[in-house]
């Protein structure tokens, strides 16, 4: 028992040497996230800087293990870790220090770095020419452990949670939901890490050391993967004959279909990369021969879809990744079709290097395209309907259709959240439209920066297909100015921006869940006691259902009581917008206010 117990610990404490920085990262990632559960801590700021590092730690968990493989096979351990560290923090600085100013543009900076990232540890030690079978065998054993990690931590986590459970239902702790999100943190990022480790055994001497070909990843690949590929290629295939036929353009979410099959593929491909040329069965080897033939005729597809839609509606960060993934996928493909000589190596490798691209090279990343597509793409439209004076301001009095002044505000919205103020403001006048230039210039929420753009447009003309297909009423109330001479407290909020809010030991929070078919919009009061002011949504979209169009109304208001505070909620505006593809309406507000009253 004793040499069994001494084993463990031993494997333990070896884990621990050999990947420190790597649990350090999962260490790090798994406190900050326990730390915005607890609701004793939270407050809007320091969920924002806690949510920022939380990132940061888990990107390093597979950097740090990508440049620790990467140490084993050149050296120079401590440089390339300081580097790594340097890294991160450089990239935390890169990510807003507010948090009205992440908007989705860093969800195209944050995701493709993660991927980035996982890349670099599947070629990292291979810098050096390796053979081919090394380079199989080291991503092998890195898949498996994945999947057996993934399997040993679900395990571990919901046993320890279930453990919990018991405890707390037969001694009567009355644990709380904290208790179980910090353990899930805990178990699901530090438990996986360490166990990851554990399989990983000395790094990349285990990784590499040859092994039998597992006979579970041969029958999935063999009988479940390859089968359905094969199936998937048929029915695109048919429907790229369906486009022959009809003479029509293909739709656009095809390029996502054809990029599935293909990324699976080569997924496949990989997996069967040693049983090819001896043990596979004969449709896997037919597969493995013709797969890349196969998809010349899908490129094709491919690259109508996605720049018809460009074309159309120009460059956005996810159409730029489609493009490049795109140009990627030609790229393999007639790698392996010209190259007798080719490497797997390859793949990984040439996604990274355009991943990179994508990133970082000025002019050309994909930050940079979509902004200038954009901006090119709204001056089309202002000069194709004569929008613009002599002094190259927007003309708002010009009549146009309901569906440029859409498209005019998307725009707008779109290069508003991408801080391009000083562009906007050129377009328009500023002291004719103070409320415009205002929304340009500081407005937290793009989507009211779309609202008051369409708003300017004072001579629409309404289309067929939006007067039957889209509902949009706004309820606006009269009450500019709030007395609150009977309240003690005052805070303005909107829905894109409601923190947390705190008064001695007190903290209110505002739940809203306004789009659901039963809305729920509270007031509560450490996180115990609440003050339900849904039935002011609910009367509202009840009492003008039906009715379009903009509204005024003396005011929109509710009271309610907690055991200490007395409460009033105004609402500044309500807007209802509705399309009859969507059953369920969008409703938002740009304004309210929570007056509070100690009793």
């Known amino acids: 028992m004793n040499q069994k117990l001494n084993e463990i610990f031993g494997k333990a404490a070896f884990a621990i040497r050999q990947f420190p920085l790597v649990?350090?990262?999962?260490?790090?990632?798994?406190?900050?996230?326990?730390?915005?559960?607890?609701?004793?801590?939270?407050?809007?700021?320091?969920?924002?800087?806690?949510?920022?590092?939380?990132?940061?730690?888990?990107?390093?968990?597979?950097?740090?293990?990508?440049?620790?493989?990467?140490?084993?096979?050149?050296?120079?351990?401590?440089?390339?870790?300081?580097?790594?560290?340097?890294?991160?923090?450089?990239?935390?600085?890169?990510?807003?220090?507010?948090?009205?100013?992440?908007?989705?543009?860093?969800?195209?900076?944050?995701?493709?770095?993660?991927?980035?990232?996982?890349?670099?540890?599947?070629?990292?030690?291979?810098?050096?020419?390796?053979?081919?079978?090394?380079?199989?065998?080291?991503?092998?054993?890195?898949?498996?452990?994945?999947?057996?990690?993934?399997?040993?931590?679900?395990?571990?986590t919901g046993g320890v949670e279930l453990a919990i459970v018991a405890v707390d239902k037969l001694f009567d702790f009355n644990f709380s939901d904290r208790v179980f999100a910090k353990t899930f943190y805990f178990f699901s990022i530090v438990g996986s890490s360490f166990i990851f480790s554990l399989f990983n055994e000395k790094g990349l001497e285990y990784l590499e050391k040859e092994g039998t070909y597992p006979v579970i990843l041969k029958f999935f690949t063999q009988y479940i993967l390859i089968p359905l590929l094969i199936i998937y290629v048929v029915i695109l295939y048919f429907y790229s004959a369906k486009i022959l036929i009809n003479w029509e353009l293909p739709r656009g979410w095809v390029s996502y279909l054809v990029l599935a099959y293909s990324i699976v593929g080569i997924l496949a491909i990989l997996l069967v990369h040693p049983l090819k040329e001896n043990s596979a069965k004969s449709w896997v080897k037919m597969f493995s021969k013709i797969f890349y033939f196969t998809l010349i005729p899908l490129l094709i597809l491919l690259f109508t879809a996605i720049f018809t839609r460009i074309l159309e509606y120009g460059y956005t960060e996810p159409r730029y990744f489609v493009v490049l993934l795109s140009i990627w996928l030609a790229t393999v493909v007639f790698y392996f079709i010209i190259n007798k000589n080719a490497s797997i190596k390859f793949i990984p490798t040439s996604l990274f290097a355009f991943g990179l691209f994508a990133l970082i090279i000025p002019f050309l990343n994909t930050f940079s395209v979509a902004k200038r597509s954009q901006e090119n793409q709204l001056m089309e439209l202002l000069t194709k309907n004569k929008l613009l004076d002599n002094n190259q301001k927007i003309d708002f009095k010009r009549r146009i259709v309901d569906?440029?002044?859409?498209?005019?505000?998307?725009?707008?919205?779109?290069?508003?959240?991408?801080?391009?103020?000083?562009?906007?403001?050129?377009?328009?006048?500023?002291?004719?439209?103070?409320?415009?230039?205002?929304?340009?210039?500081?407005?937290?929420?793009?989507?009211?920066?779309?609202?008051?753009?369409?708003?300017?447009?004072?001579?629409?003309?309404?289309?067929?297909?939006?007067?039957?297909?889209?509902?949009?009423?706004e309820l606006i109330s009269n009450q500019q100015i709030i007395n609150v001479t009977d309240y003690d407290y005052v805070f303005y909020f909107n829905r894109y921006n409601h923190s947390d809010k705190t008064i001695g030991n007190d903290t209110f929070e505002i739940f809203d869940r306004i789009t659901d078919e039963e809305p729920q919009f509270k007031v509560i009061l450490n996180s115990d006691e609440?003050?339900?002011?849904?039935?002011?949504?609910?009367?509202?979209?009840?009492?003008?259902?039906?009715?379009?169009?903009?509204?005024?109304?003396?005011?929109?208001?509710?009271?309610?009581?907690?055991?200490?505070?007395?409460?009033?909620?105004?609402?500044?505006?309500?807007?209802?917008?509705?399309?009859?593809?969507?059953?369920?309406?969008?409703?938002?507000?740009?304004?309210?206010?929570?007056?509070?009253?100690?009793?």
């Open 23 to 156: 649990l350090l990262m999962a260490l790090g990632a798994s406190v900050c996230l326990m730390f915005i559960a607890d609701e004793n801590f939270r407050t809007s700021e320091k969920v924002f800087t806690l949510t920022k590092l939380a990132l940061i730690f888990a990107l390093g968990i597979s950097l740090m293990f990508g440049l620790k493989v990467l140490s084993q096979r050149i050296g120079k351990q401590i440089l390339l870790e300081i580097g790594g560290i340097l890294f991160l923090i450089g990239f935390y600085f890169l990510l807003p220090q507010l948090e009205k100013d992440f908007t989705e543009v860093y969800a195209f900076l944050i995701v493709p770095t993660f991927v980035l990232s996982h890349l670099f540890v599947s070629f990292a030690a291979f810098v050096k020419k390796k053979t081919e079978m090394d380079f199989w065998q080291y991503n092998k054993n890195l898949f498996i452990n994945i999947v057996l990690t993934a399997i040993f931590t679900g395990v571990l």
């Open 403 to 473: 569906s440029t002044a859409t498209e005019i505000a998307n725009k707008f919205e779109f290069l508003g959240k991408r801080k391009e103020t000083e562009s906007l403001l050129k377009l328009i006048d500023v002291k004719k439209h103070e409320n415009l230039a205002w929304e340009i210039s500081h407005s937290k929420n793009p989507y009211s920066l779309y609202l008051t753009v369409k708003d300017q447009f004072s001579n629409i003309k309404k289309t067929d297909r939006s007067t039957s297909d889209y509902e949009r009423l």
């Open 530 to 599: 609440e003050a339900d002011f849904s039935a002011l949504i609910k009367d509202l979209k009840t009492k003008y259902k039906g009715k379009t169009g903009k509204v005024n109304l003396p005011e929109m208001a509710m009271e309610a009581d907690l055991e200490k505070y007395h409460l009033k909620m105004t609402l500044g505006n309500l807007i209802i917008e509705k399309h009859k593809k969507n059953p369920s309406p969008t409703i938002d507000f740009e304004n309210a206010y929570l007056l509070i009253r100690k009793k």
